[in-house]
């Protein structure tokens, strides 16, 4: 079959590989559908993460068709239609069972440090049951891109707002312009955000954003951004803010613009050792939290919203390529003339 691998800084190849096969007794096989490239795919792909010579497989985001099942798999059947969060799980442990899927005590995330990826013909799925979700939808239903995002980016915005504890009547700023940022748009609209400033430059994205309910936008950047976002707060800063982007200049906005006992959800990958502004943060009672969403536990919520239409996160695809076109959506995403590319194998 073929794959996505990445062997270095701007070098994605794709590349036959050995068939995807049943290891464990608990595994499926899922022959993938939709895949797609993300924005903390761009991080290895610019060079910030060692790969080795061997490459990393890549892609943690997918629909597929469920091919084979071990002997143990109990939930799922040939033929499902399926979505695979981007890290597995095994649905048992004590954290699956506190909904925090992405700290399984079995689990591991697809498509890096080595893992298998899903920009691929197909995948393995270890901890099938605990893992992935059945959609009541065939395999190229009208809604395929929104429940996509499913697998990670909506779900990833989600926990942004939830961690920033996001509410009616409060005001909700969102850090990036990515498909995390605009899904976390999506997210502080739907828990009942009253005012939603969008921190990003780019038109397109602006316009996308607005769509899903942005009510202001702010596109400078460092002080003049925070000194934006304070003067159109009457000087307090905003309740809850995502950030959505992971770099120490965010951090240090983030904190910048949270109101005194504000709350922040991170779930950008931190590019930083040191959570810059912390003493900032300290005297103003602003609580920071997020990390790694865990997408399983929000899908049966998520779910419904998508599937009658009262959100459309499918709508940050705004370019679709074969496995041989993924190196060029790569190039794509990273020069920004895309917000993010679907892959269909």
């Not at 997918?62 to 798999?73: P, Q």
């Not at 270890?126 to 909506?154: F, H, I, K, R, W």
Request: charged share 20%.
């Amino acid at each position: 079959m073929r794959a996505t691998l990445l062997y270095g800084a701007g070098d994605v190849r794709i590349e036959h590989v050995p068939d995807a096969t049943l290891v464990e007794s608990t595994d499926a096989i899922v022959r993938i559908t939709r895949a797609c490239i993300c924005g903390s795919d761009l991080w290895p792909y610019r060079g910030h993460d060692q790969v080795g010579e061997h490459g990393w497989r890549m892609g943690h985001e997918a629909i597929g068709v469920v091919e084979a099942i071990g002997a143990d798999v109990r939930t799922l059947k040939v033929g499902n239609v399926v979505v695979m969060p981007f890290a597995c799980s095994d649905g048992t442990c004590v954290f699956c069972h506190e909904h925090l899927h992405t700290a399984c005590v079995h689990g591991s995330f697809f498509g890096w440090g080595g893992n298998d990826g899903a920009q691929a013909e197909a995948l393995r799925i270890p901890y099938a049951d605990g893992t992935l979700a059945v959609l009541p939808v065939g395999p190229e239903d009208a809604l395929m891109p929104s429940l996509l995002t499913l697998s990670d980016v909506m779900g990833t915005g989600h926990h942004a707002a939830v961690t920033a504890r996001v509410g009616p009547g409060k005001t909700a700023a969102v850090i990036g312009d990515g498909a995390v940022g605009l899904c976390g748009v999506i997210a502080a609209k739907r828990l009942g955000a009253e005012r939603i400033i969008l921190l990003g430059r780019h038109a397109g994205r602006i316009e996308l954003a607005k769509e899903f309910g942005a009510t202001d936008v702010v596109s400078e950047r460092g002080e003049e951004g925070i000194e934006r976002v304070r003067a159109l707060t009457g000087g307090f800063g905003a309740h809850g803010i995502l950030e959505c982007v992971g770099t120490d200049q965010a951090m240090l906005t983030a904190i910048g613009i949270a109101r005194p006992g504000g709350a922040i959800g991170r779930v950008g990958v931190p590019h930083y050792e040191a959570m810059p502004g912390s003493l900032q943060a300290f005297f103003g009672n602003v609580s920071v939290g997020g990390g790694p969403a865990p997408v399983r536990a929000y899908i049966a919520e998520l779910l419904p919203d998508v599937l009658e239409g009262r959100i459309q996160p499918g709508s940050v695809f705004d370019r679709t390529v074969d496995l041989d076109g993924v190196p060029d959506g790569y190039r794509a995403m990273d020069d920004r003339e895309a917000i993010k590319v679907m892959v269909r194998p």
